[in-house]
């Protein structure tokens, strides 16, 4: 198996969420009715951080 390409020493983590007309569906994480207990962290976690 080849090995996987690494980011550059100092690259930032980056998630990229997008959600196109989820209407009544939408996470919770994000406003909706949707429990996502695994990804609430996850965005907790990273908009804490995002003036650092």
């Known amino acids: 198996m080849a090995e996987l390409p690494k980011p550059p020493k100092g ?14 569906g939408q996470a919770s994480t994000f406003g ?15 908009s804490s951080n995002a003036s650092d």
């Open 32 to 46: 909706g009715p949707v429990p996502t207990a695994a990804l609430d962290p996850s965005i907790t976690t990273t």
């Open 11 to 24: 690259a930032p983590n980056v998630l990229l969420i997008l959600l196109d007309d989820v209407g009544f």
